[in-house]
């Protein structure tokens, strides 16, 4: 985490708050992001947001661009 602050001034969160994003990007396949419905997703999305799913764990019926 330190390293994430340091080198790429990034800020690692625990947990997802209930503020809009223009670009979420889902690099991890935890637990946590696993058992994350489908609204909560797509509420989590500013207009015309997207969401970039690298590891495949959305549902199908989300439209993400997907790696």
């Given at each position: 985490?330190?390293?994430?602050?340091?080198?790429?001034?990034?800020?690692?969160?625990?947990?997802?708050?209930?503020?809009?994003?223009?670009?979420?990007?889902?690099?991890?396949?935890?637990?946590?992001?696993?058992?994350?419905?489908?609204?909560?997703?797509?509420?989590?999305?500013?207009?015309?947001?997207?969401?970039?799913?690298?590891?495949?764990?959305l549902p199908r019926?989300?439209?993400?661009?997907?790696?």
């Amino acid at each position: 985490i330190d390293l994430c602050r340091r080198e790429y001034n990034l800020e690692i969160f625990h947990e997802i708050s209930e503020e809009k994003y223009q670009v979420i990007i889902l690099a991890v396949a935890h637990e946590y992001f696993k058992k994350i419905k489908k609204e909560k997703w797509v509420n989590l999305l500013k207009p015309q947001g997207i969401i970039i799913d690298i590891k495949g764990l959305l549902p199908r019926e989300i439209d993400a661009i997907r790696v």
